[in-house]
């Protein structure tokens, strides 16, 4: 059964840092996309970041310069660290494994809260 716990997250300070980290099990997600999403109350999921399985980068316009992603097919994990954080950056965090589609993919953590303070 495939699983992804995603950890990390918390509450931190505007212009504070955080790390999240997605592990795997279940099955290999070397040769996949993975990313990260969030949602915020009242708004709509979307897309952070993404990662293919080569190392390509994609990130929404919101957190380019600020937000890295990262993964480590070894440790069949992804990260993604949250730097100059924002109070809008508040939501809960989503690690998707296997994309389908820009915004779909097979696979779902259960999500980790991100609470930014001013």
């Known amino acids: 059964q495939v699983q992804l716990v995603e950890s990390g997250g918390g509450l931190v300070q505007a212009g504070g840092s955080l790390r999240l980290s997605c592990a795997a099990s279940?099955?290999?997600?070397?040769?996949?996309?993975m990313g990260w999403f969030r949602q915020a109350p009242g708004k709509q999921r979307e897309l952070v970041a993404s990662?293919?399985?080569?190392?390509?980068?994609n990130y929404v316009d919101s957190v380019k310069g600020r937000f890295t992603i990262s993964r480590e097919n070894v440790k069949n994990a992804v990260y993604l660290q949250m730097n100059s954080l924002k109070v809008e950056d508040t939501a809960v965090y989503y690690c998707?494994?296997?994309?389908?589609?820009?915004?779909?993919?097979?696979?779902w953590g259960q999500g980790t809260q991100v609470t930014v303070s001013s």
């Open positions: 998707a494994a296997e994309r389908i589609s820009v915004s779909s993919y097979k696979y």
């Open positions: 279940g099955r290999s997600f070397s040769g996949s996309t």
């Open positions: 990662i293919t399985n080569y190392g390509s980068t």
